[in-house]
């Protein structure tokens, strides 16, 4: 209700109580009240929408308190209290880990590190402690509370995001536009006024038709076309599994000319998967997505068995056995197979289900019989099994640097030598790479020291967090749209870089940079970096602030709480609605309910189409609205001492900037429009040239108005009426040659309401109440033909000045700031 182009629709309203014009004061009212409730019921119901995603917080946690085992809310968690964790259980508050056995944790929504992380009492900071809001997925451990509430790391986080939405880019042009309108409607209709008085007109009159100039100058109808522009793209967003928390959100994304997204679990599928395996003998590559065992492993370019490579069998058997992870089968339509445990041991189990090995006949004819479990300094797991005919087999899989040599390994140095130039290979296209050995002994050592000596390699495995199927696909539809993509994550850098090369985002060394360097100064301009890795939540709000205040309008995807801060001070925020947290969903202004990236190319085109219809609406409206002032102003001059009456105005004005007005905002997108770059972030809402073609065709329609009107006068027809009946006619000729799509049968309803608004403006003439309501006259059929001739040309004209615009508009290079 404080948007400037309200207040002066209701000033508007005043004006035309107190003129005694209650039908359109009511009908401006009704317009207010529509925008309004409009807005207030989309954003209530995308808040109750958030609210029903809402079931990823710890709601309980199990505490030790005065001696006994607890269950209480998470809210009620306090510094001191002791908290026991196990698999699955979402950390309440941060601490000290004072126990642990096999603990490990996965942080990747606090930091973005695909891999989760290990703890032990008294580690380092990294280890030793735990953040609210992470997840155990294996193991079991005891952590004394240290922080909670504000305190805490996601309290941190949310003292960062402790700023209102400010006004998006299509909220502060068309309150700058309003401010215009303004001031320059009581400017011009004071000279009207001004100009009356001085030809004699009674005070009175030239009053009553000063006000009507006013109201007919103020396209009234454009807060309800923005309106129902950006509610009809939410309905569209909404069906493509997209819920718009802000309505103004919809059109911003159109603006939108940098999209800086997180990588785990936005560009990457969140899972971690085995691609390539390499052994003594050879290498293979895996085909598939995700924890379902459904792909084949792939030698020399064809599928393999466990029978027709012995050596992949080997390697694979070894990592299933020397594995504590499990893999849960679809529960339910909708669902995928999912891990329990850590990501990467699942991502073996999948590879050996892939190779046809059956873990339950592998753990009975094997039984593990004793092990070292993983930590991080050892950076390796041992176990141990029975071998049926007597002795055990020892398995070891680890970190490469740390298994990869002697004493661990018995193995030929040519061999170590091309299997550490493999991995180090791998590792700079950004995977995760473990080498797995072992060996069988008659009898089990009795030192477990001794256990990890003299194995041998069976191979290495390279496990990546690939690209979602659609992310490419994305990526490559926001490049062709002249956006420029940036990631930015807390991962390692190279598997950020290999990642966005997967995707087409090219890079160069000094397109590349850390959290490290940020903090150190010598990442240089943040608006030259194309992929940050290893960056704080504090960073990625310092990047998407350099990209602002360089003038361009950026969007943020993400989904983990580190998201947060970024998604709040981002021009448009887009959360994950499965997989992100509640935090990044309530920091966002758009969640995208299903995690499909290709709605955001939905998004950017929709938003680019409801700009489209705004600034179509502006042209027709205001174009209208300057040739009815030209024509008041230059009638007189013409021998028409008052070209039209008040209530001639106001009926003009309610049949153009009524119905067929708020038609213009369904309008279809136009069919480049996602191969044409952003409207520059600077530019205004008449920019681009469209204040121009308001001039010109407002020019135009009263030129030819005034020319229809002279006629009319010196052959002795009802002048006054003809221009009545010219004016309207003339501007639902330009309606229509404004359509996105003229020719076809997109967008009915415009048809619909310019067909009804002609014959109510034929009415206005012939009908004898509207004769007696309006002051017209009945006019002959040529004058008829003379309007129709005139409406026919309009049409022409703004179709010529559309066409023109569109190919000065698709040559146009981006601009910000002035600079290309």
């Known amino acids: ?56 917080s710890a709601p309980v946690a199990r505490v030790i308190r005065d001696g006994q085992e607890r269950q209480v809310a998470s809210a009620e968690v306090v510094p001191g209290d002791l908290v026991l964790l196990g698999e ?21 929504a606090l930091t973005g590190e695909s891999v989760p992380v290990d703890k032990a009492p008294g580690d380092s900071p990294e280890h030793g402690a735990v953040a609210s809001g992470t997840v155990v997925v294996r193991g079991r451990g005891r952590v004394m509370v240290t922080a909670t509430g504000t305190a805490s790391t996601i309290g941190r986080l949310a003292s960062l995001m402790d700023t209102g ?36 007109q009674s005070p009175e009159l030239m009053i009553v038709a000063a006000i009507s100039l006013a109201v007919a100058a103020v396209p009234e109808s454009l807060p309800a076309v923005v309106t129902l522009g950006l509610a009809l793209g939410a ?24 999209i800086a997204t997180d990588k785990t679990g936005t560009l990457t599928e969140g899972r971690m998967v085995a691609e390539k395996l390499w052994t003594p003998h050879g290498e293979a590559t895996i085909t598939g997505i995700g924890y379902a065992p459904q792909g084949h492993i792939v030698r020399a370019g064809s599928p393999i068995t466990a029978g027709d490579a012995p050596d992949l069998a080997a390697l694979l058997r070894a990592g299933v056995l020397c594995n504590d992870a499990t893999l849960r089968p679809p529960v339910g339509d909708g669902t995928s197979w999912q891990a329990m445990g850590d990501p990467t041991e699942a991502a073996l189990l999948t590879a050996g289900a892939k190779l046809g090995l059956d873990r339950p006949a592998l753990e009975r004819e094997l039984p593990r019989v004793a092990e070292i479990p993983f930590d991080s300094s050892r950076k390796r797991m041992t176990t141990v099994h029975r071998l049926p005919g007597g002795g055990v087999r020892v398995v070891c899989k680890g970190a490469p640097e740390l298994v990869l040599r002697p004493p661990i390994l018995d193995e030929d140095a040519q061999v170590l030598a091309r299997a550490v130039a493999w991995a180090e290979k791998s590792a700079g296209a950004g995977y995760r790479v473990l080498a797995i050995a072992a060996t069988d002994r008659p009898t089990q050592p009795h030192c477990p020291d001794d256990w990890e000596k003299g194995l041998s390699l069976l191979g290495l495995v390279a496990i990546l967090d690939p690209p979602r199927s659609q992310a490419h696909a994305t990526i490559t539809a926001i490049r062709a749209a002249g956006i420029t993509p940036v990631v930015i994550t807390g991962d390692h850098p190279l598997t950020a870089q290999a990642i966005a090369e997967r995707l087409g985002i090219t890079t160069t060394d000094q397109q590349v940079t850390t959290g490290d360097r940020i903090r150190q100064g010598t990442a240089g301009p943040l608006t030259d970096i194309r992929i940050c890795a290893r960056t704080t939540p504090e960073q ?38 499965r997989r992100g947290t509640e935090v990044a969903r309530q920091a966002a202004d758009m969640v995208l309910a299903d995690d499909d990236l290709a709605t955001l190319v939905a998004a950017v085109d929709e938003g680019r189409r409801i700009y489209a219809n705004i600034r179509r609406f502006l042209l027709y409206g205001l174009a209208g609205g ?27 004005n309610l049949l153009t900037h009524g119905v067929p007005g708020v038609a213009l905002g369904a309008e279809p997108g136009e069919p480049n429009a996602m191969r044409c770059p952003p409207r ?38 009802p002048w006054q009426s003809l221009v009545f009946l010219v004016l309207g006619a003339t501007q639902f000729g330009v309606a229509l040659g404004s359509r996105a799509r003229p020719g076809s049968l997109a967008n009915p309803f415009l048809l619909a309401a310019v067909g009804a608004a002609v014959l109510l403006q034929i009415a206005g003439v012939y009908l004898p109440p509207l004769q007696a309501l309006l002051g017209t006259q009945p006019l002959p059929p040529s004058c008829l033909a003379i309007a129709s001739a005139m409406a026919a040309l309009s049409y022409v004209v703004m179709r010529l000045q559309t066409q023109l615009g569109r190919t000065k508009q698709h040559h146009e290079p981006l601009r910000v700031r002035g600079k290309p």
């Open 680 to 717: 520059p972030p600077g530019e205004k809402v008449l920019g681009a040239g469209l204040w121009r073609r308001i001039v010109f065709m407002g020019s135009f329609i009263a030129l030819i108005t005034l020319v229809a009107g002279v006629w009319a006068r010196d052959t002795g027809h």
């Open 540 to 577: 990625k709000v310092d990047i998407i602030e350099a990209w602002r205040q360089a003038g361009h309008v950026v969007a943020m995807t993400g989904d983990g709480v580190n998201d947060g801060p970024a998604l709040r001070r981002a021009d448009i925020g887009v959360a994950m609605g």
């Open 165 to 200: 939405f400010g006004l998006t880019p299509l909220q502060c042009r068309l309150a700058g536009l309003g401010r215009v309108l303004a001031a320059v409607t009581v400017a011009l209709c004071a000279v009207v006024l001004t100009l009356g008085l001085l030809r004699g």
């Open 88 to 108: 699955g259980d979402v950390v309440p508050a941060d601490g000290d880990v004072v126990e642990a056995a096999g603990l490990l944790v996965d942080e990747s």
């Open 626 to 652: 300057t040739a009815e002032i030209l024509v008041m102003l230059l009638g007189p001059f013409l021998g028409m001492p008052l070209p039209l009456l008040p209530s001639q105005i106001l009926w003009i």
């Open 1 to 56: 209700m404080r948007d400037p182009l309200i207040l002066v629709l209701l000033a508007a309203a005043v004006l035309t109580l107190v003129t005694g014009d209650h039908p359109d004061a009511v009908a401006i009212l009704l317009v207010i009240t529509a925008n309004t409730a409009i807005g207030l019921v989309q954003e209530v119901r995308a808040e109750q929408t958030i609210a029903a995603l809402a079931d990823l």
């Open 235 to 258: 309905r569209r967003m909404a069906g493509r599994q997209a819920v718009i928390r802000r309505l103004p959100a919809v059109e911003t994304l159109g603006s939108v000319t940098v």
